[in-house]
C-alpha cells in the first residue's frame, strides 16, 4: 500500500478508537445534537470493532518503502551485450590503456585494474605484439604525476560516456605502492561542479575540455587536491 494511504487510515482509526473510548467513558461526549444518541454498549460494540480492525490492519497491511540499497544509487539498466563490448574496447583506449588489465562490470559499476610492474611478463603475453619495456612502462606512469592525473581523468571519463555507469574504481600497483581511486556520479558533480548528461550530449568535447580537462586535469594544483582526497596509496 502506498505508504501515504497506509499512515491515513492507520491515523484515522487511531482517532476513531480513541472517541470510542471517551464515548465509552461518558457517551454523551460523542453525541450530537438533533441524533439519536448513543447508548454505551452501542459505542463499546463499534469502539471493539474498530480495535479488531485496527489490529488486522496493522498486521496484515504495510507500507511501501524503497529499499536502503537504493538510496543514492543508479537503477541497474538492461545493459546490451554491443554496449558491454563497447566499454571494454573504450576501457583500453582511455589514458593508459594499454597497460588495463582488466575492465570489469558489475551490475553498474566498473573497476578497472591496470598491470603492475611486477607483472610486466603477464603484459607481453597478453600483448604480444606490444614492444614496450618494463622500464618504459615504469617511465610512463613515473613521468611528472601521470598517476594522480590518470586516475583523476579518466574515471569521470568513464562515467560521462556511459549513463548506466553509477561508479568507476581504478587500480595501480606499481614499485610496491598501490594506487586506487573511486569516484560515483553524485560525487563527480559535487566535487567538480559539472553535469555529466552535458557533456556526454556535446560529442564536439569543447565542453569536456572547458569545463574539466582544462581546468581540472591540466592544473597541477588541482590534481594534487584531487589526490590528496580521493586516491588511496598503499
Keep these: 500500500m502506498p505508504i501515504f494511504l497506509y499512515w491515513t487510515i492507520y491515523i484515522l482509526l487511531i482517532l476513531l478508537i480513541a472517541s470510542g473510548i471517551v ?129 583523476m581523468s579518466e574515471p569521470v571519463r568513464l562515467l560521462r560516456e556511459f549513463p548506466w555507469l553509477a561508479k568507476v574504481s581504478m587500480t595501480l600497483t606499481l614499485q610496491g605502492k598501490t594506487y586506487s581511486v573511486e569516484m560515483d556520479r553524485k560525487t563527480v558533480s559535487d566535487y567538480f561542479g559539472i553535469d555529466l548528461e552535458e557533456l556526454n550530449a556535446d560529442r564536439s568535447f569543447e565542453l569536456w575540455n572547458k569545463k574539466f580537462v582544462d581546468p581540472f586535469v591540466y592544473t597541477k594544483e588541482e590534481r594534487q587536491k584531487f589526490a590528496d582526497k580521493f586516491i588511496k596509496v598503499q
Design 23 to 151: 464515548g465509552i467513558i461518558k457517551p454523551s461526549w460523542v453525541n450530537r445534537p438533533g441524533q439519536k444518541p448513543q447508548s454505551r454498549k452501542s459505542i463499546t460494540l463499534k469502539t471493539a470493532i474498530l480495535l479488531i480492525i485496527f489490529v488486522v490492519f496493522s498486521t496484515i497491511v504495510t507500507p511501501e518503502r524503497k529499499s536502503d540499497e537504493s538510496v543514492g544509487t543508479v537503477a541497474v539498466a538492461s545493459i546490451t551485450d554491443d554496449e558491454l563490448a563497447r566499454f571494454t574496447k573504450y576501457a583500453h583506449d582511455i589514458k593508459g590503456g594499454p597497460f588495463v588489465k582488466s575492465a570489469e562490470i558489475t551490475g553498474n559499476e566498473a573497476r578497472i585494474t591496470y598491470y603492475s610492474d611486477s607483472e610486466f611478463e603477464d603484459y607481453k603475453k597478453a600483448n604480444p605484439k606490444s614492444v614496450v619495456t618494463k622500464e618504459q612502462m615504469i617511465g610512463y606512469w613515473t613521468s611528472g604525476d601521470a598517476i594522480n592525473k590518470n586516475l
